[in-house]
Nanobody, 124 residues
Framework: QVQLVESGGGLVQAGGSLRLSCAAS????????MGWFRQAPGKEREFVAT????????DYADSVKGRFTISRDNGKRTVFLQMDSLKPEDTAVYYC?????????????????WGQGTQVTVSS
């Protein structure tokens, strides 16, 4: 089993920054791709960013390209999401997820384990 625990969410003004962390426990991590998703009230969960097992390949949703950066530290079993130039429309619960695949994945159904989520609220 794998457990994922997110942290770093909070309230920030538009234009500000937050850094989310996701700590993984269990047998797997360093050979697995990771992803971040978000879900706003009344909306479906949507893809935000993904990173491959080694950290050398990433992919982003068009809505966050140039503002968000995903990274990972396999030694610390942690994946990060640096969020800059935040906008009110970024307000959502952010979830990290782990897939058994080593390469990047953008579909929620391709992920096998999920964290409990952390709230990000961006005020205008």
């Amino acid at each position: 089993q794998v457990q994922l625990v997110e942290s770093g969410g909070g309230l920030v003004q538009a234009g500000g920054s937050l850094r989310l962390s996701c700590a993984a426990s269990g047998r797997t991590f360093s050979s697995n791709a990771m992803g971040w998703f978000r879900q706003a009230p009344g909306k479906e969960r949507e893809f935000v960013a993904t990173i491959n097992w080694a950290g050398g390949s990433t992919d982003y949703a068009d809505s966050v390209k140039g503002r968000f950066t995903i990274s990972r530290d396999n030694g610390k079993r942690t994946v990060f999401l640096q969020m800059d130039s935040l906008k009110p429309e970024d307000t959502a619960v952010y979830y990290c997820a782990l897939t058994r695949a080593p390469g990047t994945r953008t579909g929620a159904r391709e992920y096998d384990y999920w964290g409990q989520g952390t709230q990000v609220t961006v005020s205008s």
